[in-house]
């Protein structure tokens, strides 16, 4: 009674762009242990965070780096694919 239970929960829609990582990307990327596979460009939010998980058409994307640019406008959100749950 009264216990808890683990799961996912849709918390908001994010409009973003999705691309393969680049050249700009790299050095960035082989500091982390992480595999990167995405990265994703959304307008600043300041609880887009590392550890937070994005789906978009059945893909699950771990945020691994969220890095904003010097005007806190836009974030560049470096992303591994994770199985969904």
Partial sequence: MGGGSDGWAVVR?????????????APVAQQMKAEITAEIRARYAPDLVAGLRLVNSGTTYLIEAALPDNERSMLRLLCSNVLHP
């Fill in 13 to 25: 829609t994010l409009w973003a762009e999705i691309t393969t990582p680049t050249g700009r990307t």
